[in-house]
């Protein structure tokens, strides 16, 4: 389960462009030429779009197949990074036992009416030796949600429940110290199990300084990591950085990005907290765009990205409210460039008001024929 993991909310204000008057794409029009010569320029205008389809069709089969048309899926099989070409992954956390994983994922895949693309599992940092199994990458059951199903393990170097001495700094992983027991222990287990998983170290970042250390701390730590999975031959993992996307910590998360050359996705995650953390309700398109055109415009402008959480608290005043909030998602994800995965958070978050849990059938409903949609449904394999 996920442990002590801090939240803070990104408010927007309001789109001052809501009210704008735009220009009439259709404007009145004058009386126009007498009806023989609106005639012949029917005939005419028939003639030359007739023409611009022939060579539009022409072109389109000289250049193969649609990506999006039916029966073109081997255009769509996922890139060696897990990029899904011709849309976005679904994905989930779904509360768990270490135990009970493979049940709740499929129980979980039972009301949304279909299987899950990610899985999302957390881990720490601690000892992978003995019975505890919170520092142990890709756990019996992981292997076995992973049979069909990809995996994002997020890493935290936290020790739940440990001391303080036991909690590991990133100066400490950064000089090696983790190496021989903790680093090059699960580097072994990820290459050891062969298929590629999506790999997160400490994400939200951004919530954890000063106490973890500094960003240029934190910047060397996860080079570290990345570059001893590098040494020992570890050629499945799929590097995944993510943020809180909280633009109030701009200035934090441009300094803590480790730099295109050791990250493959960059993840974010945004809520509609509404009433936890004492925020304002946000549409679904409000929690995503201004973190996505921010992180396009100074973190990269190429990398797929990913939603690696997304939800929404309920209104108890508006018991339709958060199915009204789900419905949005399809539409708004399609106009979010280089969205490639999003992951549906279906638990609480520290706090008062702040169960993120889909409340009620209405929600569950809605949530389910939002990722019906064939965007949402892409091969993985």
């Known amino acids: 389960m996920r442990f002590n993991r801090p939240h803070r909310p990104f408010r927007r204000k309001p789109s001052t462009t809501g009210g704008q008057h735009r220009k009439d794409p259709h404007p009145a029009q004058s009386a126009g030429p007498p009806a023989s010569s609106r005639r012949r320029l029917l005939i005419t205008s028939a003639t030359v779009v007739s023409a611009v389809l022939v060579a539009v069709l022409a072109l389109r089969d000289a ?3 649609d990506p999006g048309a039916a029966g073109s899926k081997a255009d769509c099989r996922p890139t ?10 679904f ?3 779904v509360p768990h036992e270490r135990d009970d ?3 709740k994922v499929r129980a979980y895949e039972k009301r949304v009416g279909r299987k899950l693309d990610i899985v999302y599992t957390y881990h720490d940092m601690s000892l992978a030796s003995g019975t505890r199994r919170e520092g142990r990458l890709l756990t019996p059951e992981e292997r076995r949600v992973g049979e069909d199903h990809l995996l994002l393990l997020s890493w935290e170097s936290k020790w739940w429940g440990g001391t303080k001495r036991q909690q590991p700094t990133w100066k400490q992983i950064a000089a090696g110290e983790l190496d021989d027991k903790v680093i090059d222990v699960q580097a072994r287990r990820i290459k050891d199990y062969g298929k590629k998983v999506f790999l997160s170290f400490d994400l939200e970042m951004d919530t954890r300084t000063p106490d973890n250390g500094t960003p240029a701390d934190y910047v060397k730590a996860y080079r570290h990591i990345h570059d001893r999975f590098r040494e020992l031959g570890v050629d499945n993992v799929v590097w995944t950085w993510i943020t809180t996307g909280y633009l109030d910590h701009a200035d934090e998360i441009k300094k803590m990005y480790p730099g295109d050359d050791y990250v493959d996705w960059v993840g974010y995650n945004q809520y509609n907290y509404y009433r936890c953390h004492e925020a304002d309700w946000l549409t679904f398109a409000q929690t995503q765009n201004a973190t996505h055109d921010w992180i396009r415009a100074n973190i ?6 990913m939603l690696s959480e997304f939800g929404t608290a309920a209104d108890a005043n508006r018991p339709q409210r958060q199915a009204e909030w789900y419905a949005e998602v399809p539409g708004v994800l399609k106009g979010l460039e280089g969205v490639k995965a999003a992951l549906q958070w279906n638990y609480r978050d520290p706090g008062p008001h702040c169960n993120l849990a889909l409340a009620n059938d209405a929600a569950w409903d809605s949530l389910r024929k939002a990722v019906s949609d064939p965007y949402l449904n892409q091969p993985l394999r």
């Open 91 to 93: 994905g989930a956390f």
């Open 80 to 89: 060696a990074l897990l990029e899904p070409p011709c849309g976005a992954w």
């Open 101 to 103: 994983l493979p049940e």
């Open 300 to 305: 990269s402008d190429d990398k797929p990205l």
């Open 63 to 65: 250049s193969g197949p």
